[in-house]
């Protein structure tokens, strides 16, 4: 049997965080060869000793090591450092189902590669420490009065919170994986899982959950059972007839399936037929994989997807129709849609009723009122997350009529409802096309959401500092997300009925749209944050670079605090680089003051483009922007 050491070495190619996952009868449902079969008992009686102290959750200044692990609730899953077999790397994790990866350690940097998010370094200070003692993983706070905390969630995903005082609620900063889909086995057997559907995990046509009452909770775990017995289980219901396959396209095949080699489609099906205990079967051109036992991890892929396959499940012969009863099924099944469409009428005349007798001010103008649930639902329960910032966490959700939102989960919200609701109508009321619509909100107690268009090419910070060349923005789409932010903010400062300063204007703050016309979000939010935002900005990751000196000398803040923070923007479009860089020599370069000096000068403005576009630009074009960015510092 291999063994452990208590710690954890350095690898080659450095540690990595990788989740797995407990399964329940592992042993009878793999199939896997008799040494793995030891590496996992031994792997799971080692976790059990730790059990009795472990839990799902790490504050700061504590470790992650060989022998310190977190446990979801569940039992689930399990974070925890470890070495498989003759690897050089190392992995968190127990059981052999890796389904995410967080890349390798970057010592230079201080974040694990494929976590982008461990970039906020201006609150945590990630470690990861190797000696010849020990080995561990671990994070502290730069400002000891933050409370944090990293959780291994029932849903499978990590999770980074902090602790927001004001709210008196933790704030997700940051989870992996992100798409829920990408959890190893998230609907349990004979269950699929679906990105685009409300709820995501659905039971396999002739299944059902195996627990109702905790499907409608959400908890997809225990999976789904047969509605009826196979024909090979049991004999006496067979009645002359076999079990049958029904066709399933575009999945992402599961993982444990057994090859063989076969002459055609019909030869692998009855080698699967024969077997009681095979449960499916796919075939592609003379390669027939056959899978025993539950069918886990089926992820339902779109029909564009080159990655999808078909794949063939196992059910009673009594789950297909007869031709017999054809008619009979066609008029039931028509009946029984009309039955429903009319129930869904009623149900949603009277919810409307009830939403309108229960809150009478629900829609305001344009602006529609959503209940928290429902936004749980269309986000999948926040766990798609975009971006976040001072006032609060951004996610992907879909409505019920398929169209794609963003919703903010406002934080340091003190405000009371009425006052809340007049902000928000305010600031929903206010169209332009350089402006991201606000579609609605959600005021719930003390959980204040937004609703607003999503915007599919993200922010501009994103397409501005990016080592790609191709990638990167040419001059003609820079210098017209230049001039629609600059009429964006011509808007708010001089076409609404109330000036409105937006305070926090950046390159995070500018999400583009498809066409990469140039959309300002946030405007209007400093007014709900109220005394607290000054604060809060002059705080914020990555404003401070923007922010007017106004704002340090404490004189009444005025539209020109927005005019300079545009002015630093426009250094950042034309040279594709963050304003303040550090050099090789370790001195911080700020590119400003470069520019200023370089343009009063006479130098060559080409100097400060962008390398990637190889100087393709018009100089009078770069010039303008850079004279502009100037004058309004």
């Not at 201080?110 to 370094?121: A, D, F, G, Q, W």
Request: hydrophobic residues 35%.
């Amino acid at each position: 049997m291999p063994s452990y050491s208590s710690g954890v070495g350095y690898g080659r190619l450095g540690p990595y965080l990788t989740f797995t996952v407990i399964g329940d009868s592992a042993m009878e449902k793999m199939n896997i060869p008799w040494l793995i079969l030891s590496l996992q008992i031994f792997i799971f009686f080692s976790l059990n000793r730790q059990l009795a102290f472990g839990a799902d959750t790490i504050s700061a200044n504590q470790s992650l090591s060989g022998t310190q692990t977190i446990v979801s609730s569940g039992g689930h899953f399990v974070l925890g450092f470890f070495k498989p077999g003759n690897s050089s790397n190392y992995y968190i994790g127990m059981w052999s189902e890796q389904y995410w990866t967080s890349g390798a350690w970057d010592p230079q940097r201080r974040i694990l590669s494929l976590v982008p998010e461990m970039r906020l370094n201006e609150i945590y200070n990630y470690s990861y420490v190797s000696n010849e003692n020990e080995s561990y993983f671990t994070y502290s706070l730069y400002d000891p009065s933050t409370i944090s905390r990293f959780v291994m969630d029932v849903s499978g995903q990590i999770k980074q919170l902090s602790w927001l005082e004001s709210s008196q609620r933790w704030s997700l900063i940051w989870s992996e994986p992100r798409q829920q889909c990408e959890v190893y086995a998230i609907c349990g057997a004979f269950g699929s899982c679906n990105e685009k559907a409300l709820p995501f995990c659905n039971c396999l046509t002739g299944f059902e959950p195996k627990s109702e009452s905790d499907w409608n909770l959400s908890d997809f775990s225990k999976g789904c059972k047969r509605k009826t017995q196979l024909q090979c289980e049991d004999p006496t219901l067979a009645h002359g007839k076999s079990d049958k396959f029904l066709e399933m396209p575009n999945i992402k095949l599961p993982q444990h399936e057994q090859s063989m080699t076969v002459g055609s489609i019909s030869e692998c099906e009855s080698t699967c037929l024969k077997n009681c205990s095979c449960n499916a079967y796919a075939y592609d051109s003379g390669d027939c994989k056959v899978w025993m036992g539950d069918v886990l991890d089926l992820k339902l892929l779109t029909e564009d997807s080159s990655n999808g396959r078909t794949i063939y499940i196992r059910l009673a012969a009594s789950e297909f129709s007869s031709s017999s009863n054809k008619s009979g099924i066609i008029i039931g099944a028509v009946a029984g849609t009309v039955g429903v469409v009319l129930c869904l009428v009623v149900f949603a005349m009277l919810r409307w009723r009830r939403g309108t007798m229960r809150n009478p001010k629900a829609v305001e103008g344009s602006l529609l009122a959503f209940g928290y649930r429902d936004l749980q639902i269309a986000t999948k329960n926040f766990s798609e997350k975009l971006g976040s910032g001072g006032f609060g966490s951004v996610f992907k959700g879909m409505l019920a009529d398929s169209s794609v939102i963003a919703v903010k989960q406002l934080e340091r919200i003190n405000q009371g409802e009425k006052q809340f609701r007049t902000e928000v109508s305010t600031i929903g009321t206010i169209q332009h096309v350089n402006l991201v619509r606000l579609r609605g909100f959600c005021s719930d107690g003390g959980r204040k959401l937004l609703v607003y268009d999503y915007m599919p090419k993200g922010s501009l910070d994103a397409h501005l500092v990016h080592e790609s060349n191709s990638d990167a923005l040419d001059w003609k789409t820079r210098y017209q997300i230049a001039l629609g932010t600059a009429r964006g903010l011509v808007y708010l400062h001089e076409k609404c009925r109330d000036c409105i300063i937006h305070c926090d204007i950046k390159p995070e703050n500018i999400l583009l749209d498809a066409e990469f016309c140039p959309k300002v979000a946030d405007f209007g939010l400093a007014k709900l944050v109220g005394r607290d935002f000054s604060r809060v900005l002059t705080t914020m990751r990555g404003t401070r670079g923007y922010l007017a000196p106004e704002w340090i000398s404490g004189v009444a803040i005025t539209p020109k605090a927005d005019v300079y923070s545009y002015g630093m923007m426009l250094f950042e479009i034309v040279s594709g680089r963050r304003n303040s860089q550090q050099s090789e020599d370790g001195k911080v370069r700020f590119i400003p003051t470069w520019a200023a000096s370089l343009i009063t000068e006479g130098g060559d403005v080409l100097s400060l483009l962008d390398p990637r576009l190889n100087g393709v630009a018009p100089v009078e074009e770069i010039s303008r922007l850079c004279k502009v960015a100037c004058w309004f510092r």
